[in-house]
């Protein structure tokens, strides 16, 4: 089975300071990873994925994120926040060959203080 | 254009009543998903047709039912309406065959609320 942690239901940070998401996941077997983002009254909309090769993965808006397979952790950040990043966030997990989909976390609400 | 497009947005309902959200994807996609989140933002997936076939079904009771007359809609009955049925239902779709990797798009969501 499959499951995803965010830590954190909330998380907030002035404007320009580090954005540091963090999320760990439990896998029997390699992961894929994702980060959505839902900002108020959307739908979610993909920040970035990993599915294989590099592990430091490149998502829209700045972000980024790191696989690391030692500690079950895809941690996202973006080094200087912008009020725009106020939003929720959800880290998701799935595996090759899942007709399951996604099993998402439960969201980090990003508040940005000016 | 919206790719993926829900309607209602916002639906309010006595107990026991019958309930109906559609959706349309303009993108062309072949899979189509149905997601429900609850009032802690839990997101869970109900449904998912492939090419108007029915592949993923939860454990969801049978008051709910999917129908997708083509793979660019799939709209979703609910028969009975319960207060536990409240919640954001999400709409989505992704390209080709399911695959773990699918990356997919949402709707904006509909928020039923039953009194």
């Known amino acids: 089975a499959q499951s995803v942690t965010q830590l954190g239901s909330h998380v907030s940070v002035s404007e320009g300071a580090l954005v540091l998401l963090r999320c760990n996941y439990s896998?029997?077997?390699?992961?894929?990873l994702f980060w959505y983002v839902q900002y108020p009254n959307q739908g979610l909309q993909l920040l970035l994925k990993?599915?294989?090769?590099?592990?430091l993965v490149k998502g829209i808006n700045g972000f980024e994120a790191e696989f690391k397979k030692s500690e079950t952790s895809f941690h996202l950040t973006k080094p200087s926040a912008h009020m725009s990043d106020a939003a929720e966030y959800f880290c998701?997990?799935?595996?090759?060959?899942?007709?399951?989909?996604?099993?998402f976390g439960s969201g980090t609400q990003l508040t940005v203080l000016p | 254009d919206t790719a993926v497009s829900q309607t209602p947005k916002y639906l309010v309902t006595q107990m026991g009543n019958d309930k109906s959200i559609k959706c349309e994807q303009n993108?062309?996609?072949?899979?189509m998903y149905w997601y429900k989140q609850d009032s802690k933002k839990f997101l869970k997936i109900m449904f998912s047709?492939?090419?108007?076939?029915?592949?993923i079904n939860e454990t969801v009771p049978n008051r709910f039912s999917p129908k997708s007359p083509d793979k660019a809609h799939l709209n979703l009955h609910i028969n009975s309406l319960e207060l536990g049925d409240s919640a954001v239902y999400f709409c989505?779709?992704?390209?080709?065959?399911?695959?773990?990797?699918?990356?997919?798009?949402f709707g904006a969501g509909s928020r039923l609320t039953v009194l």
């Open positions: 989505a779709s992704s390209q080709g065959v399911v695959s773990g990797a699918n990356v997919l798009t």
């Open positions: 896998s029997s077997v390699p992961p894929y």
């Open positions: 990993y599915t294989t090769g590099a592990t």
């Open positions: 998701a997990v799935s595996f090759s060959g899942s007709a399951r989909q996604l099993t």
């Open positions: 993108l062309g996609h072949d899979t």
């Open positions: 047709y492939n090419n108007k076939e029915l592949i």
